[in-house]
């Protein structure tokens, strides 16, 4: 009986070291990119170059909600909340046409960015949040 103890003792250390790391892997929160690249594919014409998005500014400089662009609508309501799967735009939005209420990507894009840049202007949360040259976003193609 004594040769089995040290034999249990392991095991058990073990289970309760794996349940432990399996619970604060379960814990940790979801990786946010640090920066995206909002591409302009889909469209007739790119008239505009990519927009370069920090996310960590817009989180931890500015303080943004995740779902002031993130969005999943069901009976007008924003059902969407931190933590569940976030879809590209273009899922939704197409970049050729309107259909119904859900408005074209660029539209949807330019409203809702530009919108908050200027609430963040007139509440003094940014003083440089631009929203009136298409250049302090959309990045010039040589």
């Known amino acids: 009986m004594k040769n089995g ?16 790391s399996w619970g604060f892997t379960l814990a940790e929160e979801p990786s946010l990119p640090e920066s995206i690249v909002i591409e302009n594919e889909g ?19 500015y303080e943004a909600a995740c779902d002031a662009c993130h969005h999943e609508y069901q009976e007008g309501k924003n059902v969407w909340k931190e933590g569940d799967p976030v879809k590209k735009c273009v899922n939704c939005h197409s970049p ?3 259909k119904e209420n859900v408005k074209k ?19 003094g949360v940014s003083e440089d949040a631009p929203f009136k040259s298409c250049y302090h976003c959309h990045e010039r193609e040589p």
């Not at 790119?46 to 400089?61: A, I, M, Q, T, Y």
């Not at 960015?113 to 007139?122: F, L």
Request: overall charge positive.
């Open 96 to 98: 050729l046409e309107s």
């Open 5 to 20: 103890l040290p034999v249990i003792s392991v095991v058990i250390f073990t289970c309760i070291f794996w349940v432990l």
């Open 43 to 61: 469209y007739e014409k790119d008239r505009k170059g990519p927009v370069n998005f920090s996310h960590l500014s817009h989180v931890e400089d």
């Open 105 to 123: 990507l660029s539209i949807a894009f330019h409203k809702n960015c530009k919108s908050c840049h200027q609430k963040a202007v007139k509440e």
